[in-house]
Structure formats: structure tokens, C-alpha cells
């Protein structure tokens, strides 16, 4: 196995006339290094399907080829999905280990096997709902360690109380424990992002409840973080009709109307839809 460093990712550019495209948030990995350091932190063993998205021009990809059992790849450009096998190819023994789908990461519902890990340098526009999808998706993904923008990162991350809690928090916190894996340089891609970036590692961890329950739990936090600032039994009057009405449903759920949004976990938003009539 030969990973990819910056000159051949330059090079397999140029062959492609490739000019990395800012609404597809490409950002390639250029430091062979940092793919072995993200593979290692996610774990990854021989027993796994890796599940990556957006694999560009295949730098992570073969550093996950090395130790995973296989590789899923979905990517959305054509060219870059045409390429990839061709890549693995010249660099890998097994190139049959990998399966390329060319498609929009938010319109893969299913696989034809079940990936087990997610490692992916996900696209900055588009990471939190990305991310969200694949835990909703395929709950056979039990761990995994995605490369996102340093400000999604701490949001995704962050426990209740912090400025950075909102929304993401809590939706990733339904399904799986969130965490900071770690930091990169800017220097490690090509060409070089304006912001910093940081590696955000998660463990599947059993729901609060059915599919049905999440959505209405969804819509609760939606509601509660629409207007952060105001205190529960305001910012959910638009669902319940008033702020009486919300305050008697937080009451009954053990809930202090007068906190906000960012002050609960998951589990007090489950305990929120438990008691509350089904409007949705």
C-alpha cells in the first residue's frame, strides 16, 4: 500500500483538470499522516465496513483500504467517483474492497451491506445534516470520526449550558456520545480551507424511543432553540397555543419553565414529548 501525499494529489488533479469546487465543499487531504491518525482514532479493524463520504481524490480512502475489511465510498462528483477505483487500482492489492457510489450523501437511504464505521472529511456546508442522516439511516454504524469545520465540531460536542449547545448538540445526542477527537492544521489540505478544522469522534448508544418519538422530540428542540434566548414556556407557545399551555405541559414533564433550551439534555426533551399532546 502507498498512501497519497500532496504531489501525487496535485498530479491526479491535473489528469482530471480538476478545479476544487467551493459549493462542494472540496477540500482534499494532502498529508498521508493525518489519514493514518484519523483511521487509527476511529478504530477502524478488519472486521469493519467503512462507510466514507466524500472520498475526493482518495487519500483517505486508501489509508481506511489498509485497515478496514472494505470501503464504501459515496461521492457526489462524477469525475471524482470515476477516478477513485482507478486510484485504488494502482495502489492497493484489492481494489474489489471498494465500492464507489456516485451520489448525494443525503440521498443514500440504503446499502447493499451495512457499514459498521463512518470516517469521512465531510463537507463543511453540509456536515451537520449529513451526519445526522447516516446515524438516522444505518444504525448499524456503531462508531466513528468525521473531519468538520472547528466551530460544527465544538457545537456537535457540546454538553448543556455552553454558548455552543443548540440544536446539533442535542439532535447528534439522540443517537450517539459526541466528542472532540482532536485538531488539524490547515496546511494538511489543498487547497487550504479560510477556517480551522477539528476530527469530532461518536459511539451509537440505544435511543430514547421509536421513530415516531423522534420526530416529535425533533420538533421540540427545533422550537426551543428558534428564539435561544427566551425561557421554555415562551419559546414553546407557538406548538402549545399559549405559554400557559407550554408551562403546564413543562410542569408536568418535571421541566423548569423558566429555563432555556441550551440547559437541557436530550433525555429532558424525550420527557418534554412524553406528556405532550401530539400536534405534530
Given at each position: 500500500m502507498t498512501l497519497l501525499g500532496a504531489a501525487q494529489i496535485r498530479e491526479l488533479a491535473a489528469q482530471l483538470d480538476l478545479k476544487p469546487s467551493k459549493s462542494l465543499g472540496q477540500n482534499f487531504v494532502i498529508d498521508s499522516n493525518v489519514c493514518t491518525k484519523i483511521v487509527r482514532t476511529a478504530g477502524v479493524t478488519k472486521d469493519d465496513i467503512a462507510l466514507e463520504i466524500g472520498p475526493g481524490l482518495g487519500s483517505l480512502t486508501l489509508a481506511m483500504?489498509?485497515?478496514?475489511?472494505?470501503?464504501?465510498?459515496?461521492?457526489?462528483?462524477?469525475?471524482?467517483?470515476?477516478?477513485?477505483?482507478?486510484?485504488?487500482?494502482?495502489?492497493?492489492?484489492?481494489?474489489?474492497?471498494?465500492?464507489?457510489?456516485?451520489?448525494?450523501?443525503?440521498?443514500?437511504?440504503?446499502?447493499?451491506?451495512?457499514?459498521?464505521?463512518?470516517?469521512?472529511?465531510?463537507?463543511?456546508?453540509?456536515?451537520?445534516?449529513?451526519?445526522?442522516?447516516?446515524?438516522?439511516k444505518f444504525p448499524s454504524i456503531r462508531t466513528g470520526v468525521v473531519m468538520v469545520q472547528a466551530e460544527v465540531a465544538d457545537r456537535l460536542a457540546a454538553k448543556p449550558g455552553g454558548k455552543e449547545y443548540g440544536i446539533p448538540s442535542v439532535k447528534a445526542a439522540w443517537w450517539a456520545e459526541v466528542k472532540n477527537a482532536g485538531t488539524v492544521s490547515r496546511s494538511i489540505f489543498w487547497p487550504a480551507p479560510n477556517v480551522d478544522s477539528k476530527l469530532v469522534g461518536f459511539t451509537r448508544r440505544q435511543t430514547a424511543g421509536s421513530e415516531e418519538m423522534r420526530e416529535k422530540v425533533f420538533t421540540i428542540i427545533d422550537a426551543a432553540f428558534a428564539q435561544r434566548r427566551k425561557m421554555l414556556r415562551s419559546a414553546l407557545s407557538s406548538l402549545y397555543g399559549s405559554s400557559s399551555a407550554a408551562e403546564e405541559i413543562l410542569i408536568k414533564a418535571s421541566i423548569d419553565p423558566t429555563l432555556r433550551g441550551e440547559a437541557l439534555e436530550v433525555k429532558s426533551f424525550c420527557q418534554i414529548a412524553a406528556v405532550a399532546p401530539d400536534i405534530f
Open positions: 483500504l489498509e485497515a478496514a475489511q472494505s470501503v464504501i465510498a459515496v461521492e457526489i462528483d462524477p469525475r471524482l467517483a470515476e477516478q477513485l477505483p482507478i486510484t485504488v487500482a494502482q495502489h492497493f492489492a484489492h481494489p474489489e474492497n471498494l465500492t464507489v457510489i456516485n451520489k448525494d450523501a443525503l440521498a443514500v437511504h440504503d446499502l447493499s451491506v451495512a457499514p459498521t464505521v463512518l470516517v469521512a472529511n465531510l463537507p463543511y456546508n453540509v456536515s451537520v445534516p449529513v451526519l445526522l442522516h447516516l446515524l438516522e
